[in-house]
């Protein structure tokens, strides 16, 4: 908490600082000449007015001058602009920023509606200071007096109008008295209401033209109070308009589109017009915010970006009709608008017939993965695959003829042709094998599943007898095996099942729990216990699985449990906090993530579609993984086949037998002590770290012959469009990464690797027939289940890929560019201050919530202790580089993506200079970022002979400050 906050008016930073239109303690009054003047209103701390700027005065206007004036030149001047935690921005939200709407009673709010006896006990200390309760209470005699002041006069309106159109202080950017004395007035009138001009009348009507004349010039901090006094969202709307066409003609359309949110002036603007500027910035939480409350435009906004993800689309395009709006090409792509476009429909509850784009590139991507899953892994059944797809394609001709070329990009023909039999698919855009295949199977006569699946016997057998696995449907049925279910002391697993949706039907309910105890399953079927139409059925349900799992005594075993349970809050509402009730519990798959198993086979990393999450865990400690032809399956169906009741009663009871194997030989695991003795009564507990576990992380990749070792800066790859994240990560690292587009051929990537030398990393299908046009060793299949840092590890540890300091952050990850050149601070301001940028990204919740390896190589402290320093070989920015200075575009055409430097960072005095991608204009400068990056990859990184681990130059706390 910052000391001074207590000790003045919201827009102050200190007693002592005198007039912040002055700039300093003994400037007094901008009009008295003098602080020793004598005049009442004067800086003179004999004047004796509880006005006067005297150190225990408190004047509220007062600005300390460590706060300083915003234009002062202060590197702590309070700039709301500044991007500074301290600003005061009154907007900002900050605790310190002395807003008088903030609530913080510390705040140097002049109302002090917190008495001194609730203050925190770590800030009372500091408020029973005598002169700190002097400021205090001299405030509190500055408010009553304002408020007596807007008593006494006919029309306090008018008289704030007057004072503001005799002033010229609160026409800067920072804190001034005009808008303390606005802030004041309004809070007076939603206390006191005041009897002002009727609504509608001539009266307010001339107010109001005289309040949109100042509020055109206002600053942020003064436009709240004037739209709320003189009720601007009823005024005439013509002027308004006009000035916020005015502030986007002039490229301030963040400005625009807050004003005309707090004016209600949406109905009138374009939303197209008013949201694309900001949607290129990267700003969609305005924009998010300015349709809110408006449906039609929700709808208007949703069918704008959905446009922007259909097949073809140049945002660029856009782009260039927007050259005043530096906008951010890495945020764009048509992977994160499809997310963003899915993420608004279920926000506003709206219908997906509104962004068809996006909804068929989603089935397209559940179409790739069910043909893989039936084609490539043999983990999926013909009938369940046969019954997703048509529920996916459909009548859609398009992804019908996507269909067909997954089909025909398959070898096995006797597998397609099956398939194609199955679908009902046209001969005539079939392989001529297939065709010749589709005509002996209906010569046959029959539908035979094809000979592929897999034997049942190289998979986990359910040890118990078919006639222990109940299949419960009432209350009657749970009664009979409710001791059973409670029994105290014993281990109990627990897995839900649900029909998959693949992400275009909406949030799937489950279908059925099952809950294993020693020798038995029992399966609950969740339609018919939670139907209404069954009375207390509901009820005496939930009671009895919230009696499961808050009984200490009884041990539940689960595999992400947490997911398990959200899924059954989401269908049955009674046991939305399941897990906050869950005691006595043990999700195995922490305990996967520390299991250590000597000479297992890492999976993901030779190409082969080998068993992964639970499946894996019960192949590494019981020798066979699970049967998961059914996982997919459509488990609403009623009733549920005897291969998925048998599934089912596996994927539960498989939990017990691993558990009970752990136990028995915790070392042979590398795990310390007895899993069992690891739990608590009161809550849930990951078990105990295993000091080899420590060592060795988890699915550490092996090759049988060590590869020779390759240079980062030579390792050249190319990855397929489902595989952005790991094509960041590895450019982090200095590799060359080329990322195919989304649609384009995977045969393109066989092109290119061959053409140029790469190496082809793809995460489905296509793996086997690249690996047969490449070779041996020229193509990988990427496990998809793995975040894209343990995926970049992986790669580099398979091929033997040697990683430098010097490395990180060689290369672009935005374009893959490794060309930089080096900018001078001087010369940033200079074209940052011409571009019209004078905010930089305003770090609101959205967009902060980037993910890490999107942020810039800065956003953080100046002078990075440690040996992480960013001294990348290159020249210096000169004139002659740019093409134009407005925009300011390099001589490759590249733009400078100046709106991604804050203007903090810009008076940050331990940065020296800052860096520019010449492939596309991004720009960079040295901060936390970098430090991470070398931390997160420390036991892949090769360090120079001297300097301590990334790790070690982290601070004290091991993280960014």
């Known amino acids: 908490m910052d000391p001074r906050a207590p000790a003045g008016d919201p827009a102050a930073g200190d007693a002592t600082a005198g007039d912040p239109t002055a700039g300093d303690a003994t400037a007094g009054d901008p009009a008295a000449g003098d602080a020793t003047a004598g005049d009442p209103a004067a800086g003179d701390a004999t004047a004796g007015d509880p006005a006067a700027g005297d150190a225990t005065a408190g004047d509220p206007a007062a600005g300390d001058a460590t706060a300083g004036d915003p234009a002062a030149g202060d590197a702590t001047a309070g700039d709301?602009?500044?991007?500074?935690?301290?600003?005061g921005d009154p907007a900002a939200g900050d605790a310190t920023a002395g807003d008088p709407a903030a609530g913080d009673a510390t705040a140097g709010d002049p109302l002090l509606e917190t008495p001194l006896l609730e203050t925190p006990p770590l800030v009372t200390p500091l408020l029973e200071t005598p002169l700190l309760v002097t400021l205090l209470v001299t405030l509190s005699v500055l408010q009553e007096e304002a408020w007596r002041g807007f008593a006494a006069l006919a029309d306090p309106l008018a008289g704030l109008l007057d004072m503001l159109d005799g002033s010229r202080g609160w026409r800067g950017r920072g804190p001034s008295l005009e808008a303390w004395v606005a802030r004041e007035l309004k809070r007076w009138l939603q206390a006191r209401p005041h009897p002002g001009p009727p609504q509608g009348g001539p009266g307010l009507r001339q107010l109001q033209a005289r309040a949109v004349k100042i509020l055109v010039e206002s600053p942020p901090a003064l436009v709240e109070p004037l739209v709320s006094i003189f009720q601007l969202q009823d005024a005439d709307?013509?002027?308004?308009?006009?000035?916020?066409?005015?502030?986007?003609?002039?490229?301030?359309?963040?400005?625009?589109v807050v004003l005309s949110t707090k004016l209600r002036l949406q109905p009138h603007l374009d939303v197209e017009e008013m949201s694309t500027p900001l949607l290129?910035?990267?700003?969609?939480?305005?924009?998010?915010?300015?349709?809110?409350?408006?449906?039609?435009?929700?709808?208007?906004?949703?069918?704008?970006?959905?446009?922007?993800?259909?097949?073809?689309?140049?945002?660029?395009?856009?782009?260039?009709?927007?050259?005043?709006?530096?906008?951010?090409?890495?945020?764009?792509?048509?992977?994160?608008l499809s997310r963003q476009v899915l993420r608004l429909r279920e926000r506003f509850g709206l219908d997906p017939a509104l962004c068809p784009h996006v909804v068929t590139q989603q089935r397209l991507a559940s179409l790739r993965y069910l043909c893989y899953k039936r084609l490539v892994e043999r983990s999926l059944s013909q009938e369940s695959w046969v019954e997703h797809v048509h529920g996916l394609v459909g009548q859609n001709e398009w992804l019908q003829e996507q269909l067909l070329q997954l089909l025909a990009s398959h070898d096995d023909a006797a597998v397609v042709a099956q398939c194609a039999l199955d679908l009902s698919l046209p001969e005539g855009r079939l392989p001529a094998t297939v065709v010749t295949e589709l005509s002996r199977l209906r010569l046959q006569g029959s539908a035979a599943e094809a000979p592929s699946e897999g034997r049942t016997d190289d998979c986990y057998q359910l040890p118990i007898a078919r006639e222990d696995i109940r299949f419960l449907a009432s209350w009657e049925d749970l009664a009979r095996h409710e001791a059973e279910l409670l029994q105290p002391g014993q281990v109990v697993s627990v897995d839900l099942e649900w029909r998959p949706s693949f992400g275009v039907g909406g949030r799937p309910q489950a279908s059925l729990m099952q809950v294993a105890v020693e020798g038995r399953v029992f399966l609950l079927d969740l339609p018919q216990l939670l139907s209404p139409a069954r009375g207390q059925e509901p009820q005496a349900f939930s009671q009895l699985v919230s009696r499961l799992l808050a009984d200490p005594s009884i041990t539940k075993l689960g595999y992400g449990m947490a997911g398990d349970l959200r899924s059954l809050g989401a269908s049955c509402p009674a046991l939305a906090q399941a897990q906050k009730q869950l005691r006595g519990s043990l999700d195995l798959l922490q305990v996967h993530k520390q299991l250590r198993v000597v000479d297992a086979p890492a999976p993901g990393v030779d190409g082969a579609a080998g068993p992964r999450g639970l499946s894996l865990l019960v192949q590494q400690v019981l020798g066979k993984p699970?049967?998961?032809?059914?996982?997919?399956?459509?488990?609403?169906?009623?009733?549920?086949?005897?291969?998925?009741?048998?599934?089912?009663?596996?994927?539960?009871?498989?939990?017990?037998?691993?558990?009970?194997?752990?136990?028995?030989?915790p070392a042979r695991f590398h795990l310390s002590g007895d899993l069992g003795r690891s739990l608590r009564p009161g809550r849930s507990e990951k078990p105990p770290l295993p000091q080899q576990a420590l060592a060795y992380p988890q699915q550490v990749l092996e090759v049988e012959e060590a590869?020779?070792?390759?240079?980062?800066?030579?390792?050249?790859?190319?990855?397929?469009?489902?595989?952005?994240?790991?094509?960041?990560?590895?450019?982090?690292?200095?590799?060359?990464?080329?990322?195919?587009?989304?649609?384009?051929?995977?045969?393109?990537?066989?092109?290119?690797?061959?053409?140029?030398?790469?190496?082809?990393?793809?995460?489905?299908?296509?793996?086997?027939?690249?690996?047969?046009?490449?070779?041996?060793g020229r193509c990988l299949a990427v496990d998809c289940s793995l975040k894209a840092q343990q995926q970049a590890k992986a790669v580099i540890r398979h091929f033997?890929?040697?990683?430098?300091?010097?490395?990180?952050?060689?290369?672009?990850?935005?374009?893959?560019?490794?060309?930089?050149l080096k900018v001078s601070k001087d010369m940033m301001k200079q074209l940052v201050r011409l571009s019209g940028h004078r905010e930089g990204p305003g770090r609101t919740g959205e967009e902060a919530a980037q993910s890490e390896d999107e942020l810039e190589t800065g956003s953080a402290p100046e002078e990075p202790p440690g040996p992480c320093t960013y001294d990348p070989p290159c020249r210096w920015l000169e004139e002659a580089d740019l093409q134009t200075r407005m925009p300011a575009t390099l001589g490759s055409g590249a733009q400078l993506q100046l709106s991604g430097v804050p203007a903090g960072v810009l008076r940050r005095p331990g940065l020296r200079h800052f860096y520019c991608c010449t492939g596309c204009g991004k720009v960079f400068w040295e901060g936390s970022h970098l430090r991470r990056v070398a931390a997160n990859f420390r036991d892949i990184l090769q360090m120079a002979p001297g300097i301590p681990e990334p790790s070690q130059a982290l601070g004290p706390a091991g993280s960014p400050s």
């Open 626 to 665: 699970l049967d998961k032809t059914q996982q997919l399956s459509n488990w609403d169906r009623r009733p549920l086949g005897e291969e998925q009741l048998v599934y089912a009663a596996a994927d539960a009871y498989c939990l017990l037998e691993v558990y009970w194997a752990l136990c028995r030989e």
């Open 280 to 336: 290129l910035q990267d700003k969609l939480g305005l924009v998010e915010r300015y349709v809110d409350g408006f449906p039609g435009l929700q709808r208007r906004l949703l069918s704008l970006l959905d446009s922007w993800c259909r097949p073809g689309f140049d945002v660029h395009v856009v782009a260039r009709r927007h050259p005043q709006a530096a906008w951010r090409p890495d945020r764009l792509s048509p992977r994160v």
């Open 707 to 776: 590869a020779p070792e390759v240079q980062a800066r030579a390792f050249r790859v190319v990855c397929d469009s489902m595989l952005q994240g790991l094509a960041r990560r590895l450019r982090c690292l200095g590799v060359d990464v080329l990322v195919l587009g989304t649609g384009e051929d995977h045969r393109r990537a066989a092109e290119v690797a061959r053409q140029e030398g790469r190496i082809v990393l793809t995460s489905g299908l296509p793996y086997h027939k690249l690996q047969a046009q490449l070779g041996a």
């Open 800 to 820: 033997n890929v040697r990683v430098t300091q010097d490395d990180i952050f060689s290369r672009c990850q935005a374009c893959n560019c490794d060309q930089y």
């Open 237 to 256: 709307r013509s002027p308004l308009l006009a000035h916020v066409h005015r502030l986007r003609q002039e490229g301030r359309f963040k400005e625009a």
């Open 80 to 87: 709301p602009a500044a991007g500074d935690a301290t600003a």
